[in-house]
């Protein structure tokens, strides 16, 4: 069973009021192969009483994963700190935007007890972009990461990023609280930036993706991007081959799904075989480790691709 999430008919409370005066996108039907586990399982119920338990936000909420049923059913959530509201505002994300609160300086013991309440053997934590911080929120990743290390001390630990608004010594922070992988996702081709992800820039993700392994040439670095935004493949190789320029271990490869009328359009539905296709491409390119199909999103799996990651670059 296809579960449609769709903001669309909320129109009480617009989570992007930056959007709202934008024309309406059309909405294409998802194909037969974009198929997903509804959100009914015991498992999925004890995830989100842990998670509301500890007043945490999730990306997979925030977001609308497709993937939330089958994750929450494995009590694998994906911690958002800094709360639920994001500076930016990017066409494809369906976080809801405008102006944050302050950092809730007992999250990171909320973060780490809610992990162990989860059993998590790996456990994956992003933010919203907090551009509004000094330091972009880099030195509450730290904190949140030696909180985790405290309570939970053989769970590996997995950064989804911001870019930090290129603010200086973010990274640096970030590394040096050592958690087990660092990812931070490009999103889209460089051509599409100025759509898709207007706050960011292209070569400054790049940039910090190496500069990560520059610090620490041991720390897996990670990054992703979807397709069917409207991106020509000789683009996706590209960024690939930035990518491993930039000496980056994991690539991620994912259907782009829209959130509401007021995102970015779907261009295109990518056909599994082309992502099998990609995949192979990308090995050859030298990742060690790549997930690419329709409903692969940087956290999906995260704990056993990690493992299979580590495995890779032992058996080098
Ligand atoms: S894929 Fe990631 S964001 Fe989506 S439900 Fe799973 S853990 Fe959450």
Known sequence: MAVIIDNVLDARAPRHPEKAHRPDQPVMRKPDWIRVK???????????????????HTVCEEAGCPNIGECWEKKHAT???????????????????????????????????ATFKLGLSHVVVTSVDRDDLADGGAAHFAAVIGAIRARCANTTIEVLTPDFLRKEGAVETVVRARPDIFNHNLETVPSKYLTVRPGARYFASIRLLQRVKEIDPRMFTKSGIMVGLGEERDEVLQVMDDLRAADVDFLTIGQYLQPSRKHHAVMRFVPPDEFKALATIAYAKGFSMVSASPLTRSSHHAGEDFARLRAARAAR
């Open 79 to 113: 911690f958002m700190i800094m709360g639920d509201t994001c500076t930016r505002a990017c066409a494809f994300c369906n976080v809801k935007t405008g102006l944050p609160g302050a950092l809730d300086q007992a999250e990171p013991d909320h973060v780490a007890e």
């Open 38 to 56: 509804a959100p009914v399982s015991s498992g999925y119920a004890q995830t989100q009483q842990i998670v509301r338990a500890n007043g945490l």
